[in-house]
């Protein structure tokens, strides 16, 4: 699982409240994404990261914000969650440089938003 | 705007059989090619990928086929085992983008029956 590390893997909100997911990484990767999975919508991409304070927008950005202060770790957060941000959220890497699109995926994390 | 079409949905294939997903996409500038694989409660993982240099690339029981004219590609599973049973998706990524110009498409829930 290319050293990647989800926290928690699974949590339950109220509406209004805000949340932070982590993922850690153990390898020194440069290239770090989040990712929300929906039924019927697939993969989309919510923000990345191309190094320490690094951060871009992805597809799915309203409501989500990012930060990435040390190169291991790359933090997500629902300043107010919505139960439309109800999903898996998965972290991912990926080795070597920019032009490497090979992507490894974390194990998840299972919000929901009440 | 969905750039990557993937069909079907769903698929239920006995075991020994072939699996056969499509996907197709608009973009002529996409020049990276791969399929995930995703079990239940986990990340996907990068399965097999072809550019569009070649029209078919193969790995085990795993075959994508290319057709750059059509816009096309596919992933064959020869030989389907209840092992394969597992959502796939298929992406699209666009030349120097990096993992952020990574599209996805909506996932293929497959499963082989024994």
């Known amino acids: 699982d290319a050293g990647i590390t989800q926290s928690p893997r699974h949590k339950v909100t109220e509406t209004g409240t805000p949340v932070t997911l982590r993922c850690h990484q153990t390898?020194?990767?440069?290239?770090m994404y989040w990712y929300r999975q929906d039924p019927g919508h697939g993969l989309r991409l919510i923000h990345y990261s191309y190094g320490v304070k690094d951060t871009d927008k992805g597809e799915v950005s309203d409501g989500y914000s990012v930060s990435r202060s040390k190169t291991e770790d790359f933090l997500l957060t629902l300043e107010s969650a919505t139960s439309s941000q109800t999903s898996v959220y998965f972290c991912a890497i990926s080795e070597g440089d920019r032009d490497d699109e090979k992507l490894f995926f974390g194990s998840g994390t299972q919000l929901s938003v009440l | 705007q969905q750039q990557v079409k993937q069909s079907p949905q769903s698929l239920i294939v006995q075991k020994g059989g072939i699996s056969i997903i499509n996907c197709a996409y608009e973009n002529t500038a996409f020049d990276y090619f791969p399929w995930y694989q995703q079990f239940p409660g986990k990340g996907p993982a990068l399965l097999i990928a072809i550019r569009p240099d070649v029209s078919e690339k193969k790995e085990g029981r795993f075959t994508i086929s290319f057709n750059k004219s059509a816009k096309q590609f596919s992933l064959h599973i020869m030989d389907s085992q209840p092992g394969d049973s597992a959502t796939y998706f298929c992406a699209a990524n666009s030349p120097g983008g990096g993992a952020d110009g990574l599209t996805f498409g909506k996932g293929t829930h497959l499963i082989i029956q024994p």
């Open positions: 390898e020194n990767h440069r290239y």
